[in-house]
């Protein structure tokens, strides 16, 4: 663990009670901004403990905010509900884990801030456990953070905070410095992101890691050991690297993928110099108290050009023998590895289907009631990878792809999220990219069962990275 305060409690500093009251206001952004530095130039040393203001503000679009706003690391979540929208920039806190069995620490550290803060921390989990190499060198396995300076819509009300944690005298000054020159160079928020500052980014390169000759030489390899038997399913991932014109403006880009893939969890953290962001459509779990709402998500067949065809590509997703197959594992075994954690499981009789913008998928949501003093780690360890994005049996299908996938998916298909006390969600990490200045390295995956088609499992993979290659083209 690399960061770890001990959060005891929490100052929180009204800025000014009478923009919350009823029939009230919100203040203008420069009025929020010079009543938070007034606030911050009077704070002082409290080991060990979280400061942090609170005031409401006027109607924003959180990514457009980060996009005038590039002067740190920059972070975003939103459920696909949009009951939670949060921007982020700066770091108040980051905790970081290097292995898996540091998890507990980071997740008990990341609880008894969130609780002080009376807001939730952004978490991402990578998908092998482990830290980075390659284009991932310097993300950790795990990483919990409480963005410096954060603008918060939550039950349809919009919020800007600020927070400060110093263990030291030292490391006060650092952070209180820092923090009054953030909000002394913040911009406000347009009401959107222009159409100059929207336009796309040409491709000047693209390098595909796997060409369709070595990916149907891996297909047919584990299809060999399916049929060996001891593993009903694994997912091959591939990269794409992608050589831009110019630096791709990544919360423009965020914002027309965004529109793009309605009803998708969407997300952005920017570490090691480079941002992760993508647009999710799958839910690991969410949280309420003991109540949990988690789901199944396989099978997949692109959407038709027409409405005639793309009902005939639904009906052979419910009924396809194969797609069907491949979703009964992945909730058999989503239900399996919640058993010993809950008290009651439920889901609906039938699969319904969830319809994308490229591609549509077989989907069952799940319900269960944690037995007490389960929570957001015994979740993880169960649920993360799903079967969706590593295979079935769990062990044995990451030990497969470990042989055949050549390049680290690093946070790609890993978890993300928001981890708080009371209420907390994580999102698979697919659809998803790696972005660094000019270059930007796309993941997707495709699950490979009895009966897969080679041919057919390449389309799949390229129609999982047409909806940011059609947001970075603008």
């Known amino acids: 663990m690399s960061y770890s305060p001990q959060c005891a409690s929490t100052t929180v500093l009204p800025v000014d009670r009478s923009a919350g009251e009823a029939g009230r206001q919100p203040l203008s952004w420069e009025c929020v901004v010079h ?121 349809r009300q919009l919020q800007l905070a600020v927070n400060l944690y110093a263990e030291s005298a030292a490391e006060f000054v650092r952070h209180k410095t820092r923090l009054i020159e953030l909000l002394g160079r913040l911009q406000a928020p347009p009401a959107c992101i222009s159409a100059e500052q929207s336009a796309g980014v040409q491709v000047l390169l693209r390098r595909d890691e796997l060409d369709y000759a070595a990916c149907k030489a891996h297909i047919l390899a584990i299809l060999d050991e399916i049929e060996a038997g001891g593993i009903h399913k694994a997912v091959l991932a591939r990269q794409v690297e992608l050589q831009l014109a110019e630096e791709l403006p990544a919360f423009a880009t965020l914002a027309r993928w ?20 993508g647009c999710s459509p799958e839910r690991l779990f969410r949280r309420e108290g003991q109540e949990v709402l988690t789901e199944s998500l396989a099978g ?17 997703l419910r009924n396809d023998a194969k797609l069907v197959r491949e979703h009964d594992w992945v909730t058999r075994y989503i239900e399996g590895e919640l058993t010993p954690w809950v008290t009651r499981t439920e889901a609906p009789a039938q699969a319904g289907v969830l319809k994308l913008d490229r591609i549509q998928h077989r989907h069952l949501p799940i319900r269960a009631t944690l037995k007490e003093g389960v929570g957001d780690l ?5 649920l993360h990878p799903t079967p969706a994005v ?73 129609a999982k990275i047409e909806s940011f290659l059609a947001a970075v083209k603008g």
């Open 300 to 316: 997949t067949v692109r959407r038709g050009d027409t409405l005639e065809e793309d009902r005939s590509l639904e009906a052979a």
């Open 258 to 277: 965004q529109r793009i893939s309605p009803g998708s969890f969407s997300f952005a953290i920017e570490y090691a110099g480079r941002l992760f962001m």
């Open 35 to 155: 009543r938070l530095l007034e606030q911050v130039r009077e704070w002082e040393l409290a080991p060990g403990e979280l400061q942090r203001l609170v005031v409401p503000v006027a109607e924003a679009d959180p990514v457009a905010w980060l996009h005038v706003n590039p002067w740190a690391e920059r972070s975003y979540w939103s459920d696909r509900d949009q009951r939670l929208e949060i921007g982020g920039i700066g770091q108040a806190v980051c905790l970081s884990a290097s292995t898996s069995a540091e998890y507990p620490q980071l997740l008990e550290r990341a609880h008894a801030l969130a609780s002080a803060a009376d807001a939730g921390l952004l978490c991402a989990f990578a998908f092998d456990e482990a830290p980075g190499r390659d284009h991932w060198h310097g993300f950790p396995a795990a990483v919990a953070l409480l963005p410096a300076i954060e603008l918060r819509r939550e039950h």
């Open 390 to 462: 590593c295979g079935f049996p769990r062990r044995e299908a990451h030990e497969l792809i470990a042989r055949h996938e050549r390049v680290q998916r690093g946070w790609y298909s890993g978890a993300i999220g928001v981890i708080a006390p009371r209420v907390s969600e994580l999102a698979v990490a697919i659809r998803s990219v790696l972005v660094a200045g000019d270059r930007a390295w796309c993941y997707s995956g495709v699950g490979i069962v009895e009966g897969s088609d080679p041919e057919v499992e390449w389309q799949e993979l390229e």
């Open 378 to 382: 015994e979740l993880l360890q169960a």
